[in-house]
Protein backbone atom coordinates (compact mmCIF):
# COMPACT_ATOMS: atom_id res chain seq x y z
CA UNK A 1 0.00 0.00 0.00
CA UNK A 2 2.81 2.53 0.95
CA UNK A 3 6.23 1.81 0.59
CA UNK A 4 9.14 3.98 2.59
CA UNK A 5 12.65 3.37 1.21
CA UNK A 6 15.31 2.34 3.30
CA UNK A 7 17.46 5.49 3.77
CA UNK A 8 14.04 7.16 4.04
CA UNK A 9 13.25 5.24 7.11
CA UNK A 10 16.15 5.42 8.46
CA UNK A 11 15.75 9.74 8.39
CA UNK A 12 12.23 9.23 10.18
CA UNK A 13 13.85 6.81 12.91
CA UNK A 14 16.57 9.12 13.69
CA UNK A 15 14.05 12.09 13.29
CA UNK A 16 11.69 10.47 15.70
CA UNK A 17 14.48 9.94 18.10
CA UNK A 18 15.38 13.30 18.27
CA UNK A 19 11.77 14.47 19.30
CA UNK A 20 12.26 12.13 22.47
CA UNK A 21 8.78 11.39 22.79
CA UNK A 22 7.88 7.76 23.41
CA UNK A 23 4.62 6.49 21.30
CA UNK A 24 5.35 9.03 18.63
CA UNK A 25 4.22 7.35 14.64
CA UNK A 26 4.52 8.83 11.22
CA UNK A 27 0.93 10.23 10.08
CA UNK A 28 0.68 10.51 6.86
CA UNK A 29 -1.93 12.56 4.96
CA UNK A 30 -3.71 14.10 2.08
CA UNK A 31 -5.55 17.75 1.99
CA UNK A 32 -7.41 20.13 -0.65
CA UNK A 33 -4.86 23.04 -1.46
CA UNK A 34 -1.57 23.42 -3.02
CA UNK A 35 -0.82 24.60 -6.59
CA UNK A 36 -2.52 21.21 -8.18
CA UNK A 37 -5.63 20.84 -6.14
CA UNK A 38 -4.38 18.51 -2.81
CA UNK A 39 -1.11 18.58 -0.68
CA UNK A 40 0.56 15.57 1.14
CA UNK A 41 0.73 16.08 5.16
CA UNK A 42 3.06 14.01 6.58
CA UNK A 43 4.62 14.36 10.36
CA UNK A 44 4.70 12.99 13.68
CA UNK A 45 1.79 11.93 16.11
CA UNK A 46 0.92 10.51 19.11
CA UNK A 47 -3.01 9.93 19.08
CA UNK A 48 -5.04 8.13 16.51
CA UNK A 49 -8.32 8.86 15.37
CA UNK A 50 -11.71 6.00 15.10
CA UNK A 51 -11.04 7.10 11.24
CA UNK A 52 -7.50 5.98 11.10
CA UNK A 53 -5.87 2.72 9.28
CA UNK A 54 -2.47 2.27 11.36
CA UNK A 55 -0.11 -0.22 9.41
CA UNK A 56 3.44 -1.21 10.12
CA UNK A 57 5.75 0.27 6.81
CA UNK A 58 9.72 -0.36 6.77
CA UNK A 59 9.29 -0.77 10.50
CA UNK A 60 7.34 2.41 11.30
CA UNK A 61 4.34 2.53 12.93
CA UNK A 62 2.85 4.51 9.59
CA UNK A 63 -1.14 5.93 10.29
CA UNK A 64 -3.28 7.44 7.69
CA UNK A 65 -6.98 8.74 7.88
CA UNK A 66 -10.06 7.18 5.92
CA UNK A 67 -10.16 9.52 3.68
CA UNK A 68 -6.63 10.35 2.63
CA UNK A 69 -5.65 6.38 1.83
CA UNK A 70 -8.09 6.39 -1.37
CA UNK A 71 -5.06 8.96 -2.64
CA UNK A 72 -1.96 6.74 -1.58
CA UNK A 73 -2.39 3.52 -2.51
CA UNK A 74 1.06 2.62 -3.98
CA UNK A 75 2.57 6.39 -2.72
CA UNK A 76 6.10 5.63 -2.23
CA UNK A 77 7.92 7.75 0.27
CA UNK A 78 11.97 8.26 -0.12
CA UNK A 79 15.02 10.70 0.87
CA UNK A 80 17.33 12.08 -1.30
CA UNK A 81 20.77 13.49 -0.68
CA UNK A 82 21.71 16.82 -2.21
CA UNK A 83 24.48 19.03 -1.94
CA UNK A 84 21.95 21.77 -0.86
CA UNK A 85 21.56 19.57 2.02
CA UNK A 86 18.74 16.36 2.03
CA UNK A 87 14.59 15.72 1.80
CA UNK A 88 11.99 13.81 1.02
CA UNK A 89 10.44 12.82 -2.35
CA UNK A 90 7.33 11.43 -2.91
CA UNK A 91 5.84 9.47 -6.09
CA UNK A 92 2.67 8.57 -6.43
CA UNK A 93 1.06 6.45 -9.27
CA UNK A 94 -2.55 7.94 -8.38
CA UNK A 95 -1.42 12.01 -9.45
CA UNK A 96 -1.87 12.49 -12.60
CA UNK A 97 -0.57 15.87 -12.51
CA UNK A 98 2.19 17.48 -9.69
CA UNK A 99 3.10 20.77 -9.20
CA UNK A 100 6.86 21.57 -10.05
CA UNK A 101 8.28 21.34 -6.12
CA UNK A 102 6.30 17.69 -5.73
CA UNK A 103 4.05 18.46 -2.65
CA UNK A 104 0.61 19.19 -4.23
CA UNK A 105 -0.87 17.06 -6.95
CA UNK A 106 -4.39 15.58 -8.21
CA UNK A 107 -6.15 12.26 -9.62
CA UNK A 108 -7.81 11.59 -12.50
CA UNK A 109 -11.16 11.52 -10.37
CA UNK A 110 -10.45 14.13 -8.13
CA UNK A 111 -9.02 17.89 -8.69
CA UNK A 112 -9.54 19.10 -5.16
CA UNK A 113 -9.10 22.88 -4.49
CA UNK A 114 -5.52 24.60 -5.93
CA UNK A 115 -4.65 27.86 -4.02
CA UNK A 116 -5.49 30.83 -5.47
CA UNK A 117 -2.34 32.15 -5.52
CA UNK A 118 -0.45 30.01 -6.95
Known sequence: MITISESASEKIKEMLEEEG????????????????GFSYGMGFDDEENENDKSMEVADLKVVVDDESLKYLFGLIIDWKESAMGG????????????????????????????DSDC
Not at 21 to 36: A, D, H, M, S, W
Open 21 to 36: TPGLFLRIGVKEGGCT
Open 87 to 114: GFTIENPNATATCGCGSSFRTAAAAGKP
